[in-house]
């Protein structure tokens, strides 16, 4: 047989190349994997993050002002800059008490849609004699888009300037209040706003710190991989920068979702001038809302801090 042996060089480079091969293999698997899996938890996280799907009809079925009694709303449908479409309602005082020349913007939670948050915008319009404008983030109910944090921020924004621009508005005092996710929203809002001078006060409730100090406890499924978060919500490295307005601190003692110390911690951190801490002692994260004194805390608050009626 002609056949002669495979020259050493030949097969030295072989082994060499298959060993390459071979150490390569596991390499590209699992960086193939890593990317695989971190493609899924971004997604996973941005559901996890921004359940806007729960309840399952969250998307599609959003009550509407008039199934609660509120007659004198108009429904939205806001443009941002970036080409979104937001869902809002604007909701007029009902006269029942003197009306005040004062506008609450709402920003609610991150599950469902503004339409499961009337009844609050109702209160508030009763007992304060104020417009709310209660605004749905994108991707959330009736607005267009995917949520994430910037195109958040971006909403708020676009939110605030709509008041700001609304003949009927224009000229009134603009508290902005946020529940849970829509504390840090609201949080940043205020900070990038409050040379402006139109905005009166800031109610917080239930909200964290950071979406990162949460990931091990709220978003569990995401524990291993707070480092692929990319979301942040920094409320803790923001909120010392709001020094003129008035911030109510609403603190559910109970909250199972964000523990207290949360708050406590941002009420510590908090640099405004003037702040309010007041405990519902029974309230968990999402029904502290209907606790005793909820809104007698928020009335106090206003009249007292916004509108200067100090006794
Ligand atoms: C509160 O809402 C969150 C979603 O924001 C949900 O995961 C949780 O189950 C709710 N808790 C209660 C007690 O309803
Ligand atoms: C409403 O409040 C704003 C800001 O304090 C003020 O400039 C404006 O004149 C008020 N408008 C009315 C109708 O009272
Ligand atoms: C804030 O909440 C997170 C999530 O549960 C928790 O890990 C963290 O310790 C809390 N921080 C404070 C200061 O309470």
Aim: hydrophobic share 40%; aromatic share 8%.
């Amino acid at each position: 047989m002609a056949d002669s042996p495979s020259p050493p060089s030949w097969s030295i480079s072989s082994m060499a190349n298959s060993a390459i091969q071979f150490l390569r293999l596991p390499v590209l698997a699992s960086s193939g994997l890593a990317v695989i899996a971190s493609g899924i938890l971004y997604f996973k996280q941005n559901e996890l993050i921004y359940p806007r799907n729960v309840p399952v009809d969250a998307r599609t079925n959003v009550p509407k002002p008039r199934q609660f009694g509120i007659t004198d709303y108009e429904d939205l449908q806001i443009p941002t800059p970036d080409g979104e479409s937001l869902h809002a309602l604007f909701i007029r005082p009902s006269k029942k008490r003197p009306t005040r020349n004062i506008t609450v913007m709402m920003f609610h939670g991150n599950a469902g849609n503004i339409g499961h948050r009337i009844p609050i915008a109702k209160v508030l319009e009763e007992t304060l004699g104020c417009n709310v404008l209660m605004l749905e983030y994108r991707g959330y109910g009736l607005s267009t888009g995917v949520p994430d944090e910037n195109g958040l921020k971006i909403d708020a924004q676009t939110g605030l300037d709509y008041i700001r621009e609304r003949a009927e508005t224009r000229d009134s005092q603009i508290i902005i209040y946020g529940q849970s996710l829509g504390g840090a929203v609201a949080i940043n809002l205020v900070a990038n706003n409050q040379d402006h001078g139109d905005i009166r006060g800031m109610i917080l409730e239930n909200t964290f710190l950071s979406i990162r100090k949460l990931i091990p406890t709220v978003f569990p499924p995401a524990r291993y991989l707070a480092r692929f978060c990319h979301q942040y919500w920094i409320s803790e490295e923001i909120l010392p920068k709001i020094t003129d307005i008035p911030i109510l601190f609403l603190s559910g003692l109970k909250d199972e979702l964000v523990p207290p110390p949360n708050m406590t911690q941002l009420f510590a951190v908090c640099k405004a001038n003037r702040k309010v801490w007041r405990t519902l002692p029974n309230g968990g994260h999402n029904d502290s809302v209907a606790e005793p004194g909820y809104f007698e805390h928020i009335h106090s608050f206003v009249m007292e801090e916004v509108l200067g009626e100090r006794k």
